[in-house]
């Protein structure tokens, strides 16, 4: 990203959420959210990052149609047609979208009630049984995949915890609102989860010091109130009561030692059972990442979804925004090229950026023999160094480097061994690093987690060195 895009970043601040509605990726509750992090994630990755997505002749269809340049007789080919392209650039002014956020502030807010009432449930679990699960936790309602900051849940009759998400509506979703998205949370939500048959929705709002207490019935919500004695007692948990009292507590005042609790447990009722999670096969890494890419949007499967999708963990260092390493932001690129289609995404950069990059790719391409010949004398660097100074005995190579097509913007070498030293993990990444940092040098080991892709890589392709 360019100088002062860490202030960037800040400014335009979104809210960590990467949901699944109506088979789009929707970021920060809104699809204004989408667009922005499509924009940021271009804005530091480089447009080249996108392009290796998809074939190139669909990026040029994308430019003609996104950019509304008029097709001549001057682009029977790819070099012709980029030449062409430039020509259309001059006199032509990027009418930039505006990409401020709707975040108004309160973060900290936000956040400081989330935590605390993360720690309460988390007491109301040691006490009750059930599961209590934050942000970074899918409940799947149909298709859609929501991310609620908590939800409490018993995988009884109405839901059922899997390896990587809860099937079935929450005994209990909260949503603590966000300055900018207050209407997606009290009314848009509101809605899918009435859908869905949550039985208890509570929406937590830090600048008024309020919660909104929401009960389904006969398909639709409910206002509800706290009893006389300050207390609100859930319908979907029997014998639980919550008191919002402590919460809006100040964090210096003297509290006495007859404060209220914020969750009291009225009876002594049989706790509910540990939840026990299915394995379904779907989760992270579980189908070969091959975004549908065209130039209008194409729908997400909710497999796809659980499967791409990386943890909503948004960082920013070398100058770019980082989530879930490379795999995470390359596969959320992709989702996000796939939410808005080819066509519509070109229009986050200029078309100079997309011209660029194309011309990178298809000069890249054009030397791929001499590149792939450079990067399989480093495997073998890499495959002797593991040899040499830690007793590997087998060694192979998978991944783009041993196949036909030419190598990308996210190729990477991708050694496979065995018998590595578990406690030696850190220092062959650093020789590594030392060894190559373009391309990276990656180190899988086949006791460890790999993707479906990796496995499978390494049974139908594997080339020992």
Partial sequence: ??????????????????????????????????RLLLWQSLQGWGAAAAVALAPIERWIEALFLGFEIPITSATSNVTETLDYFQTQITGREYDAEDFIAQFCGGEYEHNHIRQQLTF???????????????????????DNGFTPDLLFFTSTDRNQLYSWYLGGPAELVVEVLHSGYEDVDRIVKRDYYA???????????????????????????????????????????????????????????ECSQGEREMFILEASQPPYQKSQSIDDGLGWGCLPFAPILQLEPTPI????????????????????????????????????????????????????????????????????????AAWWRLARQAAALLRENYG????????DLVRSQPLSYWSDITLVAWDVPRVKSYEIYQEFCQLSQQ???RLL?????????????????????
């Avoid at 019935?217 to 639980?240: K, M």
Wanted: with cysteine; hydrophobic share 40%; aromatic share 12%.
């Fill in 1 to 34: 990203m360019t100088a002062g895009s860490l202030d960037n970043f800040y400014v335009r601040f979104l809210e960590r959420k990467l949901e699944l509605i109506d088979n789009r990726l929707i970021v920060s509750n809104t699809i204004a959210g989408s």
């Fill in 120 to 142: 309460a449930f988390w007491k109301v679990k040691k006490l009750m049984g059930g599961e209590c699960m934050g942000r970074d936790f899918v409940m799947r309602l149909g």
């Fill in 195 to 253: 859908a869905a048959g949550v039985p208890e929705y509570w929406i937590f709002d830090p600048q008024a010091q309020q919660v909104e207490f929401k009960r389904w019935h006969d398909g639709s919500y409910q206002q509800q109130f706290p009893d006389s004695d300050g207390y609100y007692r859930p319908s979907s948990i029997p014998d639980l009561a919550f008191c919002p009292t402590p919460l809006w507590r100040e964090e210096d005042c």
């Fill in 301 to 372: 499967s909710f497999e796809q979804y659980i499967c791409w999708c990386p943890e909503a963990k948004f960082e920013f260092a070398d100058g770019k925004i980082q989530i879930g390493g490379d795999m995470g932001i390359r596969n959320l690129i992709g989702l996000l090229l796939m939410t808005f289609g080819l066509a519509n995404a070109v229009k986050v950069l200029p078309l100079q950026a997309w011209i660029g990059a194309l011309q990178e790719r298809v000069g890249l391409e054009q030397q791929d023999n001499e590149r792939k």
């Fill in 392 to 399: 590997v005995t087998r060694v192979g190579v998978i991944g």
């Fill in 439 to 441: 391309p990276k040098l």
């Fill in 445 to 465: 080991k086949p006791d460890d987690f790999m993707t479906v892709e990796e496995k499978q890589a390494v049974v139908n392709e594997l080339v020992e060195i």
